[in-house]
């Protein structure tokens, strides 16, 4: 045994071990991975064997302040531990989640290095909590350099609001996904936060099905300088700011910046002259950012808004339905997103698209101004007549429509998405940006060079748009009964 003192999000002393606990004999492993937590107290580390596989059948219950998870050594890759959910599953319900640090005594913990495999294995979504359950009523919790994939219920990862006195959890440098299928009603989130002043940055999430992030309002949440991108799965929206429930909208102080969303690309060979090829899977990110519950929900909750959020320097790229979609929304700031490299906007009217409701042509960025008030957003937003559930579209079956690029997880030297990071690592774990991009000095010339060419239009534009934005009023919409989800403790789906 020895002590040692290690620098997190806040400086502590943790109590750790020089062993590590083995995964054998399997079945006392649950029970005596969770005697550990809650018989020894805050600051206990639970040292987990490094490339070591533990088949859990319950969840893992962090118990006190300060308490760690994590593998000896803090390695990255398939060097971490897993802990593999395992439980028993029968009439869609059963054992979902791998790790829970919700306790009403867990502010302070640290889950890190660690991977979860949730095992869904291709079965239809059960019952119950993501992979990760963090959060409830504490503080200062942090996740970092966690693989978590193929959850068995709704989300990879989910920051719970607790009695809405969540605060200040730290998600960063995970790599997250797949998380669930693109079939019908089987989606899964990367990761999910309900939690007030989350740091949520550096993490790269691969294929996920419902919402690469979600923040279900989490007031003064800085979502920045996440990689999101499908490969395999269409995925429903990148980032997620239309959820009523639980915080009634309010997104005040909450930040979504410095992002990178990628579509789907062709998985044809590249052809001299040519822009875009097939995607053997039929591929698409249906809205880049969505903002406004009616983007998603319909009218479901009729006149209520998002409110009071900022989604700025955000780049996309790669095959969308749209690069971002806004309605019913008020005092939101919508600046400086733009796209890089090559991109596709397609897609058009699927079954579950309700006929009271007109839908509106792919394009990049799109926003109902008759739903949309007191907000700044950029100038090239193209007006639609009706935002009503946006993702009801479906990409092209086959054809000649995404456009050839990089892939987001090229190892290093591949060739890259311009403007997008890889998905390597460099040996501080930060990531490190593909090659595939214009040179920073190439870059701040083009941003000078634009910046000065759009001032005076910009000036004139300002008046018309606020103008614009100033006199609109809500109008009834249709019904929209396919509305993705609602959040409870755990999201109930009733259509999409």
């Known amino acids: ?40 107290g805050p600051g206990y580390v639970l040292p987990l064997c490094p490339s070591v596989q533990y088949y859990i059948q319950a969840p893992i219950l962090f118990f006190a302040q300060n308490q760690e998870i994590s593998t000896v050594g803090y390695p990255n890759g398939d060097d971490r531990a897993t802990l593999v959910v395992s439980g028993p599953v029968a009439l869609g319900q059963g054992h979902t989640t791998a790790v829970d640090g919700t306790c009403q005594d867990c502010s302070g913990i640290t889950l890190r290095n660690v991977q979860i495999n949730g095992t869904r294995l291709g079965a239809s ?85 419902d919402g690469g992030i979600v923040l279900f309002g ?14 395999t799965n269409t995925l429903l929206g990148g980032i997620n700011m239309v959820d009523y429930d639980p915080w009634n909208g309010d997104y005040t ?14 998985t044809d060979q590249d052809v001299a002259g040519e822009l875009k090829g097939e995607n053997k899977e039929d591929v698409i990110i249906k809205i880049g950012i969505a903002i ?18 900022t989604v700025l320097n955000n780049q996309l790229t790669g095959a969308f339905g749209y690069g971002i979609a806004m309605s019913s ?3 939101f700031t919508v ?16 079954p579950n698209c309700t006929d009271t409701d007109t839908t509106p042509s792919p394009a990049p960025f799109v926003i109902d101004l008759s739903t ?51 998905n390597s690592s460099s040996p501080d774990g930060t990531q490190a940006l593909s090659g595939g991009g214009l040179s920073g000095g190439a870059k701040g010339g083009i941003a000078v060079a634009v910046i000065l060419g759009v001032a005076g239009l910009a000036v004139l534009c300002w008046f018309i748009r606020r103008w614009a934005l100033n006199r609109v009023a809500t109008r009834g919409q249709g019904e929209q009964p396919w509305a993705r989800s609602e959040y409870v403790q755990t999201r109930e789906h009733v259509a999409a």
């Not at 989490?218 to 490969?231: A, Q, R």
């Open 329 to 331: 929304a008020s005092n």
């Open 125 to 209: 979504p059960t019952n119950g909590g993501a992979n990760i359950e963090m959060g409830g009523s504490n503080s200062n919790q942090l996740i970092e350099y966690v693989h978590s994939f193929d959850p068995r219920s709704w989300s990879c990862m989910h920051i719970a609001e607790g009695a809405f006195t969540c605060n200040n959890v730290t998600i960063q440098n995970n790599d997250i996904g797949p998380c669930g299928s693109d079939a019908f009603q089987e989606w899964a989130d990367g990761i999910s936060v309900s939690c007030r002043n989350c740091l949520v940055r550096n993490n790269t999430i691969n294929n996920p099905t």
């Open 335 to 350: 600046e400086n997103n733009v796209l890089v490299g090559n991109t596709s906007f397609i897609g058009a009217r699927g």
């Open 253 to 266: 102080g909450t930040i979504v910046r410095n992002n990178n969303i990628a579509g789907g690309f062709s």
């Open 372 to 422: 949309v008030t007191g907000s700044a957003t950029q100038l090239d937003f193209q007006n639609i007549t009706d935002g009503n559930g946006l993702t009801c579209i479906l990409p092209p079956d086959g054809g000649d429509y995404w456009p050839f690029g990089g892939n987001p997880s090229a190892a290093p030297g591949e060739p890259g998405i311009p403007g997008i990071p890889s």
């Open 1 to 40: 045994m020895s002590y040692r003192n290690r620098e997190s999000h806040i400086s502590k002393s943790l109590y750790t071990r020089d062993d590590c606990e083995p995964a054998d004999p399997l079945n006392t492993l649950t029970d005596r991975l969770n005697t550990l937590l809650n018989s020894s």
């Open 292 to 309: 406004g519950p009616r983007t998603w929900f319909g009218d479901r909750y009729g006149s209520n808004v998002s409110q009071s959020g």
């Open 218 to 231: 989490s007031p003064g949440t800085v979502v920045e300088n996440n990689t999101i991108y499908v490969e």
